[in-house]
């Protein structure tokens, strides 16, 4: 079993699994230390726990709970890959969680959480503009919901709560050329990360992580235009890591390179035009 911490956070950390066992590999038993909800995106095994045996294939959810007791088989195929979410006890109470949907054992694929799965997969690889963590605890919270039945609508957010998602997103463009994750922007705000998560989007429609990025976009679209700096001076200094990065959020979000945006708009109309032209 290789295991691979993707993110560590206080309220949810993230690891990729990947086993090599098959048929002819003895299963050992193994405990829960904690709450999880792994989804299986790759092969397929056995899980059995307090008695009850599950047939895990791709799409499906494996289900940790504290203090239980588990073991992986792999009777039919050899090899699986998951990506785990361990969560935190307080994150598990704010998200509501009954007792009982974290004894689910194994939960078969349904597409209202694989397609939750695949977007927090996409989130670890980099694909997507939704952070891990976030994507990680609407995968966890939706899991919650479907499992105990809790899919009620959240309550119109009240003029206090407006008011503070908007003072939150005030303070991420401010701040958004320095590190800032999901946790450091909830204290700010004065929420645990799983409140400020759901109040942030249901407010301004984005995600804390989307509206983080999107502010570095807008001024390095500004940069782009307007300095000489070199790209990569412009990736660092609006908050992006490292220039790879940057050059394909960049692109993905305008449909242009940062090289090719930075010519337009120092009056090389073809490229624009070009692709107006296709979209005709």
């Known amino acids: 079993m290789r ?7 206080d309220a949810i950390s993230v690891l990729d699994y990947r086993c090599s066992a098959g048929p002819g590999d003895a299963p050992f038993t193994e405990l829960h230390r904690g709450f999880s909800v792994s ?7 056995g899980y059995r726990v307090r008695g009850a045996s599950f047939e895990l294939v791709a799409g499906s959810l494996l289900v940790g709970h504290p203090g239980d007791e ?27 969680a009954r007792g009982e949907a974290f004894r689910a054992g194994g939960v078969p694929p349904l597409p209202g959480l694989m397609v939750l799965g695949e977007l927090a997969q996409a989130a670890a690889d980099g694909r997507s503009g939704v952070g891990l963590d976030e994507a990680g605890m609407l995968f966890a919270a939706r899991f919650v919901e479907v499992v105990s039945g809790q899919g009620r609508r959240p309550p119109e957010a009240g003029a206090r709560d407006r008011r503070r998602a908007v003072e939150a997103a005030l303070w991420v463009d401010a701040h958004a050329h320095e590190p800032i994750d999901l946790e450091s922007a909830a204290r700010e705000a004065g929420l645990s990360a799983f409140h400020f998560l759901r ?16 502010a570095r976009l807008r001024r390095a679209a500004r940069l782009l235009a307007e300095d000489t700096r070199s790209i990569t001076d412009i990736a660092l200094d609006v908050g992006f890591g490292d220039l790879s990065n940057f050059v394909r959020t960049f692109r993905r979000a305008a449909g242009v390179s940062p090289r090719g945006f930075r010519k337009a708009a120092r009056g090389d109309r073809k490229l624009f035009e070009g692709r107006l032209a296709r979209a005709l």
């Open 3 to 9: 295991v691979t911490t993707v993110l560590r956070r």
């Open 39 to 45: 989804y299986v995106r790759k092969g397929s095994f």
């Open 70 to 96: 588990y073991m992986c088989t792999h009777d039919h195929v050899a090899g699986d890959e998951c990506l785990s979410f361990h969560l935190a006890p307080a994150l598990v109470e704010a998200m509501g």
């Open 199 to 214: 109040l942030f989007a249901r407010v301004l429609g984005v995600t804390p992580h989307q509206y983080l990025v999107r």
